[in-house]
């Protein structure tokens, strides 16, 4: 069993920045692939990107430039920076946790585990 709990979400203008956080328990946690979603209500779950234990990381190609994805595995955590917020990028944040291998970590079916997500919210 794994639990995750992301933090660091809020209300942030556009142009400024936001570090999420994803704090992970149970398993050990350098075994898996650890990915960030977001979601708008109404639309489909979105991959942002994801890291492997070893520090290999996946992008989607729309956000690769603002977006930036670590992790420590010393403190069980992921983070995501995000840069030069735009409106667009209101949505909830959601952290997930795969523990197989998987030929596409953009699939939200490749991840076993998700947290409640954190809202970010950007004003124009």
């Known amino acids: 069993q794994v639990q995750l709990v992301e933090s660091g979400g809020g209300l942030v203008q556009a142009g400024g920045s936001l570090r999420l956080s994803c704090a992970a328990s149970?398993?050990?946690?350098?075994?898996?692939?650890l990915g960030w979603f977001r979601q708008v209500p109404g639309k489909e779950r979105e991959f942002v990107e994801a890291?492997?234990?070893?520090?290999?990381?996946y992008y989607s190609e729309p956000v690769k430039e603002r977006f930036t994805i670590s992790r420590n595995n010393a403190k069980n955590t992921v983070y995501l920076q995000i840069n030069n917020l735009k409106p667009e990028d209101t949505a909830v944040y959601y952290c997930?946790?795969?523990?197989?291998?998987?030929?596409?970590?953009?699939?939200?079916?490749?991840?076993?585990?998700w947290g409640q997500g954190t809202q970010v919210t950007v004003s124009s």
């Open positions: 997930a946790a795969a523990l197989g291998t998987s030929s596409d970590y953009a699939r939200g079916a490749s991840y076993d585990y």
């Open positions: 890291i492997s234990w070893s520090g290999t990381t």
């Open positions: 149970g398993r050990t946690f350098g075994t898996y692939v």
